[in-house]
């Protein structure tokens, strides 16, 4: 037993360098600050959680997607007439524009759009994590 077990730590000792330089050292994040239509919420939150994040994660450089909606701010102004945030995080802008470029995404984003009230104005931030 005792060997089985030193044999299981050895093969994964063995794998953790493979794991990590599969993960991107610095992975981008692009925030998208949303003033969604009240009358639209639901509308927006099904669509995001029943077509976008589906169709997004399979995508080559995906590690996240989120919408979070603005409860309040402890410091500070938040920014005027936004309710939500998008959160996409992926590997490198690169496999992200790969991601903005395909038939897919041409699908699932228009409808989450629809539901913004500023549409030519929202801000589209990036970030690199570090």
């Known amino acids: ?11 994964a000792a063995a794998l953790a360098p493979v794991v990590r330089a599969a993960a991107p050292a610095h992975p981008i994040q692009i925030h998208v600050d949303m003033s ?15 077509d976008f994040k589906p169709a997004a994660k399979k995508f080559r450089g995906y590690i996240d997607v989120k919408i979070v909606k603005l409860r309040s701010a402890f410091v500070g102004k938040a920014p005027a007439g ?3 945030r998008f959160l996409l995080t992926y590997q490198s802008e690169e496999l992200r524009q790969k991601w903005i470029a395909s038939p897919a995404h041409a699908r699932v984003w228009p409808p ?12 589209v931030v990036l970030y690199d994590e570090v």
């Open 1 to 11: 037993m005792k060997r089985r077990a030193c044999l299981m730590t050895l093969g």
């Open 36 to 50: 969604v239509d009240p009358a639209k919420e639901k509308e927006m939150l099904q669509h995001f959680e029943k």
């Open 82 to 84: 936004i309710n939500y």
């Open 112 to 123: 989450v759009e629809k539901t913004i009230t500023t549409q030519t104005t929202y801000p």
